[in-house]
């Protein structure tokens, strides 16, 4: 047994003006830009080439949308075929390797992307994701980073829990890959979720077929780049970009398929268990699935809060990244007495935020991701504002004509149970309903109960009874919960992330818990001197 370095969660870089890494991320971005459009390759077994699909899909700059970042050809169901007996060729010699040399790789690529590829990972996902400098370095960089420092010390921790042994007996229990491979589903809002979920099950020896949303394939291209680096053998990490039906349509038919490791929309993961329970008797053995769906995340305000944490929690919580991540608040619920406090404050902080081009490091925000998401939530937007019983406080506009823009919005309602407080939109949109200070644990029950979700959220109290109060009410409402803090930024090492219910699987990424999955055990008994005697003393 040897001793993996001891994981720390990379350090956040701020650049600050004057600070090197903002000179060199400009200087990145400029380059990436300049550039583009870069052929997107897909990796099949030992080729890394363009798809054979019939279709040519434009990555685009979300701010800037007429900008093409580039272009991806989409893998046909010949390429999905390859890369799956590619994977379970290269898989066979990538699962005999010790552990270490595994670990070694994901060592080396951590300190790839921690080193020179930092600001090429954090450009790629600005332009490529309408993400802010900010959300990119805790994402591309810091985030990526830690899955994979921390991943190989988990691992190691698992590998080393091994049973007891009697006299005469050595027990032992070998944890094994999968047999066949794994199927990892990315999205497009976090680089660190699209790098984690095929490295995951790669560390545990399995061979990953990897199937990124088109929106974040420019950075994955470049992860490619850093694994290969690393050492990645070729065929272990395939992945196959284009549409997701015709790639898992070859995925979920595959006898070989082995588990699924998904990031994405509650209505795309149960179809996906739906057929594959459908297909069940067709599998060597049952898939194993591991989710994280999306929320309908809370804060909750008791009249003991703070009423200046309150607020920063409210527009950081659920505007950053223009609400873009399945952790974002997107229901508050606040007394009345609290609210008359902090009204005009919450409302004059979201419309002073800066939204634009994530080359122009003072924004705040960005654009979201695409003119889909853009066109969904400019009609929810239109509708509430058409709609009795909702007030828009603030934001409530949008604009898509050089990018797809869409103003931070604060929407009142005082039906509890309106859209606004069940549905997902996925974007800078916030309900706020206000409850009588003595209806507390009437809210309590109403947060629980609203919306099928169940991923993050927190309570806002400076009364601990309060507090024990919600975190018992809530129990099942979340599966990260906060104290005094937005219900965003889970840190590897620190919070293992992951949520039930609507929510997903709840398998925690960042976490032995994850990594177990990826994992088949086997026990192994060897008895040193057997008996050789069928008589037992109770026969004398």
């Not at 701020?14 to 990436?32: F, I, M, N, S, V």
């Not at 949520?499 to 960042?510: E, L, Q, Y």
Request: net charge negative; proline share 6%.
């Amino acid at each position: 047994m040897t001793n993996v370095p001891l994981p720390a969660n990379e350090p956040n870089k701020t650049y600050a003006p004057g600070a090197p890494e903002r000179a060199d991320l400009e200087q990145k971005l400029d380059e990436l830009v300049s550039q583009s459009p870069v052929e997107i390759h897909g990796t099949f077994g030992d080729e890394r080439r363009p798809g054979t699909g019939a279709d040519r899909l434009d990555v685009t700059m979300p701010s800037d949308h007429a900008h093409v970042l580039g272009v991806v050809q989409q893998a046909s169901a010949a390429d999905t075929q390859q890369a799956i007996a590619g994977a379970l060729e290269a898989g066979r010699s990538w699962a005999a390797l010790p552990f270490d040399e595994r670990a070694a790789v994901m060592l080396r690529a951590a300190d790839l992307i921690a080193g020179p590829y930092r600001a090429t990972m954090n450009a790629a996902t600005m332009l490529g994701q309408g993400k802010t400098v900010q959300q990119a370095e805790i994402d591309s960089a810091c985030e990526l980073i830690d899955f994979l420092r921390f991943n190989v010390a988990y691992a190691q921790q698992i590998y080393a829990e091994q049973p007891q042994s009697s006299p005469g007996v050595w027990n032992r229990m070998e944890y094994r890959p999968l047999e066949g491979f794994v199927y990892a589903i990315t999205p497009f809002n976090f680089t660190a979720i699209a790098g984690n979920l095929p490295t995951a099950p790669a560390l545990m020896g399995n061979p990953v077929i990897w199937k990124p949303a088109l929106t974040q394939s420019l950075a994955a291209h470049y992860f490619l780049d850093v694994l290969a680096e690393a050492g990645m053998p070729p065929g272990v990490i395939n992945m196959v970009p284009g549409h997701g039906s015709e790639v898992s349509e070859v995925a979920l038919a595959s006898p070989d398929l082995a588990g699924i490791h998904f990031t994405g929309s509650t209505r795309v993961f149960q179809g996906l268990w739906k057929e594959i329970g459908q297909n069940i008797e067709k599998y060597r053995g049952y898939p194993r699935l591991v989710g994280e769906t999306g929320g309908k995340d809370f804060v909750l305000a008791h009249p003991s809060a703070d009423p200046a944490s309150l607020v920063t929690a409210l527009v950081r919580g659920a505007f950053e990244y223009s609400g873009q991540k399945c952790s974002a608040a997107s229901r508050a619920y606040l007394p009345a007495s609290l609210w008359k406090k902090i009204r005009t404050d919450l409302i004059e902080q979201t419309e002073a935020l800066s939204v634009g081009d994530v080359r122009d490091l003072s924004n705040f925000t960005s654009a979201v991701i695409d003119k889909r998401a853009f066109d969904k939530l400019s009609k929810v937007i239109d509708t509430v504002q058409q709609s009795a019983g909702t007030d828009v406080l603030a934001g409530g506009t949008y604009d898509g004509e050089q990018g797809w823009y869409v103003r931070p919005t604060i929407v009142q309602s005082d039906d509890p149970h309106n859209d606004i407080f069940v549905t997902e939109y996925f974007g800078p949109i916030l309900g706020v309903y206000v409850y009588e200070d003595d209806q507390w644990d009437k809210v309590l029950d109403l947060v629980d109960t609203t919306a099928t979700y169940a991923l993050t959220g927190s309570i806002f109290a400076t009364d601990r009874v309060a507090v024990e109060q919600a975190g018992r009410a809530l129990r099942h409402a979340a599966g990260n919960f906060y104290v005094n803090d937005k219900p965003t930024g889970a840190v590897v090492g620190q919070q293992p992330f992951g949520g039930a219910r609507a929510s997903g699987t709840n398998d925690k990424a960042g976490s032995m818990w994850n990594l177990i999955r990826w994992a088949s055990p086997r026990a192994i008994k060897e008895t040193f001197v057997p008996p050789t005697s069928t008589a037992y003393p109770h026969m004398g």
